[in-house]
């Protein structure tokens, strides 16, 4: 996949916090290379996050972010700390500028303590360093060596490379790697995917999970074909061998359901992305809580994206009506989507979340980390609709260690 390709959520995230004037701004542009970030003397000047996708070398595509100053006051000042923090929960590795004159302050260390809290990994950039006296040359020499300290002059653009590699060597490449479909499958195996083309699907292109699953079965070997749901039928009639796995669209779950054998494994690309982000486990035992609503119940349906809303838009018409006819109950339906997610949660009974295709893993685990906090019950778009038209265990055939769950 090329850079202009790789979708937002697969980036790796990197912010740059600090306070006011210690360079933030002049650092982001000197290690994009570009005028990303406007600089001034003037304390306060990045007033809103400024995000840059781009390739950084070694790590590849990136989103790169600088952030308003940490020790901003006033009212507006205290909005944009709070802008701040909320890119504390997409960050995969978090810089710290601060002045390399001086000892961290309070705010700094405040920092500190919340990319430890997060498990964020953190590079601490002490910048200006052109600015120092001779005085402080030992200094220097007696730090440089920590581990993840690093002196730089943003001005005099001296060890931007030397931290372009740090920031390469903070990345934990420990671990099992999941993938989207691909390591539930074999090579030589048949995967339909059944695509709707109705009036929510965008025009002229599939959206990212469908791209993605074709994507990871051809480089898994594996054969994908493509077909919607209104051809599914004549497709499965005609093939011989019969397919290993369907895959579908969420919402035309029930109708594949009745339509596909019993003998052949279906799951849905919302119940793959909530595994490849992390949340599948949580995802099925939060939709048991369906079961429990009762009248005036909040319900809190969550996208990670921002789109045009059509007539049949799954996440206000569909999943709404799913949850009448499952329920019998008059539920209070409230909606958000984007980088937009409620920081008191403790008014809802359930959350229903999408795939999060457009959002990172990190930022999928803390929405579903605050839930949890809250004692609010998690899931998402293609485990509640599996789980309200009684398929939930079938879907989950692919995950048999997840079919406890249901018990």
């Known amino acids: 996949m090329s850079l202009n390709d790789t979708p937002s959520g697969e980036r790796l995230r990197i912010s740059f916090f600090?306070?006011?004037?210690?360079?933030?701004?002049?650092?982001?542009?000197?290690?994009?290379?570009?005028?990303?970030?406007?600089?001034?003397?003037?304390?306060?000047?990045?007033?809103?996050?400024?995000?840059?996708?781009?390739?950084?070398?070694?790590?590849?595509?990136?989103?790169?972010?600088?952030?308003?100053?940490?020790?901003?006051?006033?009212?507006?000042?205290?909005?944009r700390v709070r802008k701040t923090k909320q890119i504390l929960n997409k960050t995969d590795i978090a810089v710290l500028v601060t002045d390399a004159s001086r000892e961290l302050d309070a705010s700094e260390q405040e920092l500190i303590d919340i990319f430890k809290n997060k498990n964020i990994p953190y590079i601490v950039v002490k910048n200006k360093m052109d600015l120092l006296k001779d005085a402080d040359s030992q200094a220097v020499s007696d730090e440089k060596d920590a581990?993840?300290?690093?002196?730089?002059?943003?001005?005099?653009?001296?060890?931007?490379?030397?931290?372009?590699?740090?920031?390469?060597?903070?990345?934990?490449?420990?671990?099992?790697?999941?993938?989207?479909?691909?390591?539930?499958?074999?090579?030589?195996?048949?995967?339909?995917?059944?695509?709707?083309?109705?009036?929510?699907?965008?025009?002229?292109?599939?959206?990212l999970p469908q791209q993605q699953a074709i994507r990871d079965i051809l480089e898994s070997g594996a054969y994908s074909i493509s077909t919607r749901e209104t051809e599914l039928a004549e497709l499965l009639s005609k093939m011989n061998p019969k397919p290993d796995?369907?895959?579908?669209?969420?919402?035309?779950?029930?109708?594949?359901?009745?339509?596909?054998p019993k003998d052949i494994k279906l799951t849905s690309f919302s119940i793959l992305m909530a595994r490849y982000k992390g949340f599948l486990d949580t995802a099925v035992?939060?939709?048991?809580?369906?079961?429990?609503l009762k009248d005036g119940d909040k319900v809190l349906i969550s996208e990670g994206c921002t789109h045009h809303r059509q007539c049949g838009?799954?996440?206000?018409?569909?999943?709404?009506r799913f949850l009448k006819q499952k329920t019998g109950?008059?539920?209070?339906?409230?909606?958000?989507?984007?980088?937009?997610?409620?920081?008191?949660?403790?008014?809802?009974?359930?959350?229903?979340?999408?795939?999060?295709c457009m959002l990172t893993s990190r930022e999928m685990i803390?929405?579903?980390?605050?839930?949890?906090?809250?004692?609010?019950?998690?899931?998402?778009?293609?485990?509640?609709?599996a789980y309200m038209k009684g398929i939930l265990p079938r879907s989950l055939e692919v995950f048999p260690e997840l079919l406890e769950k249901l018990k």
């Open 18 to 79: 600090g306070k006011r004037n210690a360079g933030k701004s002049s650092l982001v542009n000197a290690v994009t290379g570009q005028e990303l970030a406007v600089v001034s003397d003037t304390l306060g000047t990045t007033t809103d996050p400024v995000s840059k996708a781009m390739e950084l070398l070694p790590l590849g595509p990136v989103v790169i972010t600088d952030t308003p100053g940490f020790d901003d006051s006033g009212e507006l000042g205290e909005l």
């Open 147 to 207: 581990s993840g300290v690093i002196y730089v002059s943003a001005t005099e653009k001296t060890n931007i490379y030397e931290l372009k590699e740090l920031i390469g060597k903070s990345v934990s490449t420990d671990g099992p790697t999941v993938r989207l479909v691909g390591d539930v499958i074999s090579p030589g195996q048949m995967i339909v995917l059944v695509i709707p083309i109705d009036e929510s699907a965008p025009k002229g292109r599939l959206i």
């Open 245 to 260: 796995l369907v895959i579908t669209d969420s919402q035309a779950f029930e109708l594949v359901s009745g339509i596909v």
């Open 285 to 292: 035992g939060g939709a048991k809580a369906i079961d429990s």
């Open 313 to 320: 838009d799954i996440g206000t018409v569909k999943i709404p």
């Open 329 to 356: 109950k008059e539920l209070e339906i409230v909606t958000s989507s984007g980088t937009e997610f409620p920081e008191d949660l403790s008014e809802f009974s359930l959350i229903i979340h999408c795939g999060g």
């Open 366 to 385: 803390y929405r579903m980390k605050c839930a949890e906090d809250a004692g609010i019950p998690f899931t998402n778009y293609g485990v509640a609709i």
